[in-house]
């Protein structure tokens, strides 16, 4: 029996909720039943890629570079056999759902850094991005803004994430497609000489693994960047 | 009413339903700060994530965008028609509308239907 004497404050113990029904969440039901009625897909379908959508992040990403850091030899599976790595830390790039490929992921390749080459992600033709093991590409990454100018001006980009390299380092921007995917494998930063797999990957950020940031003792959140509008080539002043 | 195929011509398809949606604005980020909650996006986006993986799955079909021509007409739609729309209400509504512009779903069908599930929602 619960004795309602005690004192905590039952306000703070539920998180709040839209106590509303936004026109938004009923466009996305209604597209999706009316797709569902047409046949042009099917209910489990939907399920099935709404599970993928929810489970995918960029956890196994930073478990496979902070493992490469720790184990030579896994660093030179992981450069010659992608795949083969992959699935070590639970990601199958042929069969990324658990129920069929979906048909664009084929081929995934990883990008090492060295003191010399600093290498970043970028699909210039749409937002094609490594889901199955860095989970769903964030916002600024979709843009037209980021996929046209990162390819023409690197240096500029990866300034507005807060990323300023020398000029010694070359910038090597590696463009996606739909058949073929990238991830980048950033450098063990120093200070962190007898850090666990457990404290490594939590540096290895989401955009360390896309080239946007560097890992750093002590970082562990990924930039927040204004997503900039881009202007149409056509109708720029 | 189809326009598949140039990417920048679906953005003359008038659509009467999703202009009211625009035009009442009960996006995530209003909602969340009306509400205090800290989701940073509302909670229908891994089921749209779902229903575009499902589509460009199923794109074979006749007038069914591929995954190129979604995104290129979301890119299109997104920086014109709904630049006003924050991410991912942007990619949402673009959807429908290639949808609707494409003669895939149809504008009447979808006002009943935005209607009977309100009702529904709301019962």
Redesign the interface.
């Known amino acids: 029996m619960t004795d309602h004497g005690h004192d905590h404050d039952h306000d703070r113990t539920v ?21 569902i009625e ?1 046949g ?2 099917t209910a489990e ?10 489970q995918i992040g960029p956890t196994p990403a930073a478990h496979l570079v902070a493992k490469a850091w720790l184990d030579p030899e896994f660093k030179k599976l992981a450069l010659a056999e992608p795949m083969t790595a992959s699935k070590e830390v639970g990601v199958d790039w042929m069969e990324p759902t658990g129920f069929g490929t ?3 992921f084929t081929a995934f390749q990883i990008l090492a850094n060295t003191p010399t080459v600093h290498n970043v992600i970028v699909c210039a ?3 094609c991005y490594p889901r199955p093991i860095l989970g ?1 590409s964030p ?1 600024w990454y ?1 843009t ?1 803004n980021y996929r046209r100018r990162l390819v023409r001006w690197p240096r500029q980009v990866l300034a507005e994430f807060g990323l300023y390299l020398p000029d010694e380092i070359s910038v090597h921007v590696q463009d996606s497609n ?1 058949k073929h995917r990238f991830m980048v494998m950033p450098l063990r930063p120093e200070g962190t000489q007898d850090w666990t797999e457990a404290q490594l990957v939590e540096i290895i950020t989401r955009d360390c693994l896309i080239g946007v940031a560097l890992p750093k003792a002590g970082v562990t959140t990924n930039v927040i960047t204004d ?1 900039r ?2 202007v ?1 080539p056509g109708t720029a002043g | 009413m189809s326009a598949a195929g140039d990417p920048g011509a679906t953005e003359h398809v008038d659509i009467d339903a999703l202009k ?2 625009v035009h ?1 604005d ?3 980020p209003r ?2 700060a ?5 989701n940073p996006v ?3 986006k ?6 575009c ?6 794109s074979c ?1 006749a007038n ?1 965008p591929n ?2 021509e979604r ?2 007409e979301e ?1 299109a739609l997104s ?1 014109t028609l709904y ?1 006003g729309l924050p ?3 942007n990619q ?2 673009s ?2 509308h290639s ?1 609707v512009a494409r003669g ?2 149809d504008e009447a ?2 006002k009943r ?2 209607a009977s ?2 009702e529904r ?2 019962a």
């Open positions: 998180k709040p909720m839209v106590d509303e029904i936004t026109d938004f969440e009923v466009l996305e039901i209604a597209l999706r039943e009316l797709c047409k042009i897909f379908e939907h399920r099935r890629f709404t599970e993928f959508a929810e979906p048909s664009d033709l749409c937002s769903n916002e979709r037209p739909q997503t509008p881009a149409h | 009211q949606i009442r009960q996006t995530w909602m969340a009306k509400y205090g909650v800290e509302p909670p229908w891994t089921s749209l994530d779902g229903l993986d499902a589509l460009d799955q199923a079909d069914v995954f190129k995104r290129d890119d920086a630049s991410y991912p209400e949402l509504v959807l429908a949808l895939i779903i069908e979808l239907r935005l599930i309100r929602l709301e």
